[in-house]
């Protein structure tokens, strides 16, 4: 027995000893040991909290009133910060704490940390700030400020009209937390502190102004340039002004969001060298939460912080000794910025997509203004428009694109500095487009549509990969120089065709929304396609869909670049992504959470659904853009025709559709077999899998060893919906056409919901031509375009055959011949122009553009 146990004791020995080893050597193996708990600090003044790293975390979960807000990835640094703006949205009082995690099944979550509490106060947005005024351009009042006191000179009297009366004299202020306001000024002077309209803790922008009453109406006009009054006093530092995101700043540094600012201003600004201040507090702050082993080290990586906060297209790198962002004076306070965007102030237009870049041709589609009659602001006011973003109270000097983009988003006027810059051709680029597409009768809605409509039609994706150095070592090393990235490549300077990519589209998007005084934002974070996450950029665009509900204006997501899809070789616009919600893209489009404190005002918290918001009326019926019968896809085609529309798109309603198929066929998705076949494209034999039961086509590249055998196939493709969509197309929409149409067609595979209820469609782009192919349809056709009183411009094909039986010398006059017998006696008058030789099926025809000519 004693035996038995020393053999029972040396056993247990041996299983003590060897599980630590399976276990990763944790002797802890019987039980999981539990992190150390973090402890926070509150930083009211940073809006944030910091805690010292803990052994082993792998991860700090942010909690707020007991719901987990964020989780911080562990990284090595000794101590981490997680500002509030990150995570919290909803104004309120908040009871912050932080838990240490691991993934390791030896180590559970620590205890909570102690409590902090932050009281989250609503954040002024550049909508509530935006001011348009009203901005006498020709006089100027001269003023100037002595501490607090304003002194003023009048205008002279012959400045007022004839019969003006009671003239007084404002100023007005406007600083970061308070809307415009004005004082009356009695006198020429006055002391803005002892009057009270100043605080001590803004910075103030000051201007002049007058009011008079003209036959009894008062007219009141804001008439001299921006002082900016700073009541704290630290030199150049206070003195020098510059505009983020629509708000005041200054190179005097207090807290994170400050340095945050200044560091995303030298950005967009690509300054290179430049010197700012910082207080005590903050430097104490920089002290406590940066790592480092000097002052220095820890500044560095409060700005390599700070650069993390953007989410930008960029370079940078510090270049002071060991690549440092900075270095500072004998008080460790001033500090100097050192910084290379690769010396280039704005992009490359030089860098163009080559051979190598894949530049889709745009299909001819007919935008929302082309589709509509209405008085263009060009017609109506000529050069005398006055675009809202020439009216705003605050301005500021630009230069580059980038600068113009940003102030025009901010509610900024931009003032330029040469009328050969860049951003003053962009910008009158811009103002030419939208005085040609936008009306004064057009709401909101119609203008935002519009705008999206011409970048869509005017701009190709430019799916080019820059990062390889196919260019050069130059454009591969620094994007910022890719025109595709900025308005440069939506707005070429030749006016032609422009290429771009979702950063240029949406840059552009906002722009020319908020030049007509459409509140227009561009989000930036990353997008999922299918494979992974990638940096994207939309917009958010704020339009009253129905100004007759009292429903009012609300935030719709808009996304050009993924609205396009390439179709038959071709980039083909469509709206599938105008009018999202938040919600309708929570798994696709996520916002970068360093920005959302912004971002976080411009909820979209609605779908438009716009193929059924939208409508149109053919024939004293109006409809909307989804297709639940034959009849009103023939309402469609029809209203094409009669508006000569080259190209449109809708939904076709789902159940429609399987109804359609049902007709003619089996039950929709009742065989549960598959067809495989094998087709050759470019010399490669492909394997397709028809699956019945799902109505999928996928098609499968055969994977070859280096002998030449296939010993494989990987997955390349899968279309939905294949024989549904194949029997609409040569079925049910190729009889609701009109005789004489041709109908093209590009089309999205996917389902998608078209409405609040859940009802689903699939998105088809439609493309019109006529064709003669037979004897009468000329007549057929001339009458039609009679008793419409059509006017209106065709792409329309004749087979050779009947062409030349019609006799003439050449294509043009055999054209002009066959269709001359037929207009007599009409109000018609046609004009062709030649165009080439297209295929149909297997006979040949000629092209021609026939411009149709109503004569009332």
Known sequence: MKRLKKYLFVLVLAVL????????????????SKLATPKITLSSSNNCITWSSIKNAESYLIYANEALVDEIKSDGSSTYIYEFRQGLQDVGDYSVYVLADSSSVYRTKSSASNVVNYKLTAPQTVTQLAMSINQDETNKISFTLNDTKLSYVPLNSSVFPSGAENIKYYVFMYSNSSELVAHEIVGTEVDLRRENYIKFDEIYALRLGYSYVMDGQTIQKIASDIIYYNPDDKGTYTKSIYLFDGFINDMYIENLQELDNVIYYSFINRLEDFTFKISDEFKLFVNYTFDGFSFLDRMHNAIAYAFDQMYETIYYTGVYLTNRFCDYGASQTEIRMKISYGGFAECDTSVRPNTLSSVYPQDDYTPYYEQIEFESLEEKYGNSYKFESDSQYLYQNVTTSEQLYWAVENKVTPVFTSTSCTAYRIYKQAKGVLKSIVSDDMTDYEK??????????????????????VYSATVATYPTIVPSYFLEGVFQASGGHGYSVCDGFSKAYSLMCNMIGIDCIRIVGDAYTGGGYGGHAWNK?????????????????????????????????????FGLSDEDVKDTHIPYKNRQFKFGNYKAENSMYYYVNQKFTNNLTTQNLVAKSTQELSNIFDYMFNRSIVGFDFVADYNFMVAEYEKVNEKYLSKTTKD??????????YKTIYDWSTDTMSYFKPRINIYGSVIGYDLVQVENNYKLREFFLDKVMRNAKFQEQLIGVS?????????????KGLVFVVYQKLLIDADGEVEHLISALNSRGISGTYTIYVLNSILTSA???????????????????????????????????TATARAFSMKVVYNV
Do not use: M
């Not at 060897?18 to 002797?27: E, K, M, Q, S």
């Not at 495989?676 to 034999?685: A, K, L, M, P, Y």
């Not at 089309?747 to 009802?759: A, F, I």
């Not at 037929?822 to 004009?831: A, H, Q």
């Open 448 to 469: 935002a549509l519009s705008i999206f409509d011409w970048i869509c039609v005017n701009t190709s994706y430019d799916y080019t990969s820059y990062s390889q150095p």
């Open 17 to 32: 000893c060897i599980c630590p080893v399976f276990a990763g050597c944790d002797l802890n193996f019987l039980s999981a």
């Open 807 to 841: 006799g003439g010398e050449s294509p043009l006059s055999q054209v002009q011949n066959l269709f001359g017998g037929f207009i007599t006696g009409t109000d018609l008058s046609l004009e062709f122009k030649t165009l080439g030789t297209v295929n149909i099926d």
């Open 747 to 759: 089309q999205d595979t996917e389902l998608r919901p078209y409405d609040s209820v859940g009802n």
């Open 676 to 685: 495989i076949d094998f087709i050759e494209s470019n010399g490669v034999e």
């Open 541 to 577: 665009v704020l339009v009253d869909i129905d100004p007759t509900d009292e429903v009012g204006a609300q935030y719709y997501l808009a996304d050009i670049t993924w609205t396009e899809f390439v179709s038959n070789g071709t980039e083909t616009a469509a709206h599938i992504y």
